[in-house]
């Protein structure tokens, strides 16, 4: 079974410009996530999905992020205009369901390392 | 707010001996708890879980208890290996399904042959 599929893995930007990641998460999976993991921490939620709705983006700064998921399965994670604290590894996971009784593993794709300069 | 707090690393030890990494939390109501690894180059994996007081959760040779009491969830290996160098991290989940995780600053584990 193939896993959560993310790119670029790498990316050096300036700060001011834009830059997006793509996720792709394993077949079937209903769940989405995006987390931002900072050097030396653990990763912090930004956005979840449930099919193409989100169910929780708490912790996404929408003045410069923005996600989406269309038609339920990848997804695009953008960052408009990038500031030196938004280097980080953005994390996507994705898990069978949500809601329903259970608990779900959360599967991790590889990330991107994001450098804003 | 949840919370969770790890014992800070690098924590380094010879082969075969043991491991404990600990780990607490804060949680208004009743969190499942985990515990994720990373291992060099790889992305996160679920090593073991646990949803409610007193579970015992087990995988790999690792186990964490989930103890209410003193809201902690310590994660511990009889033998380690040199494969087991990794990052550990501790999280928590307040709804019954494991979204939503709240994460610890993680553990790197270093084991010498």
């Known amino acids: 079974e193939a896993g959560v599929a993310q790119s670029p893995r790498y990316k050096i930007i300036e700060k001011r410009q834009s830059v997006a990641f793509w996720c792709n998460p394993i077949s079937g999976h209903a769940t989405l996530y995006w987390y931002q993991q900072i050097l030396g921490q653990g990763p912090k939620l930004l956005i979840q999905f449930q099919n193409n709705g989100v169910v929780d983006d708490s912790q996404l700064p929408k003045d410069r992020f923005s996600a989406e998921r269309l038609k339920g399965v990848d997804s695009t994670l953008k960052i408009q205009p990038a500031k030196l604290e938004d280097s980080a590894v953005y994390l996507c996971?994705?898990?069978?369901?949500?809601?329903?009784?259970?608990?779900?593993?959360?599967?991790f794709g590889p990330g991107t390392r994001l450098t804003v300069l | 707010g949840n919370s969770v707090t790890q014992m800070e690393g690098p924590v380094t030890l010879s082969e075969e001996a043991f491991l404990t990494i600990n780990c607490t939390y804060t949680?208004?109501?009743?969190?499942?708890l985990f515990w994720y690894v990373q291992y060099p180059g790889e992305g996160l994996q679920l090593l073991l879980k646990?949803?409610?007081?007193?579970d015992k959760g087990s995988n790999k040779g690792f186990e964490a208890t989930y103890r209410k009491e003193t809201t902690s969830f310590h994660l511990e290996k009889g033998s380690v290996q040199v494969s087991d160098s990794a990052v550990y991290f501790c999280?928590?989940?307040?709804?019954?399904?494991?979204?939503?995780?709240?994460f610890g600053g993680g553990t790197r584990l270093m084991v010498k042959p």
């Open positions: 996971a994705s898990s069978l369901d949500h809601g329903l009784a259970g608990v779900y593993e959360q599967f």
């Open positions: 999280a928590l989940s307040e709804d019954n399904a494991g979204n939503m995780l709240t």
């Open positions: 949680a208004t109501g009743y969190p499942s």
């Open positions: 646990a949803t409610k007081a007193d």
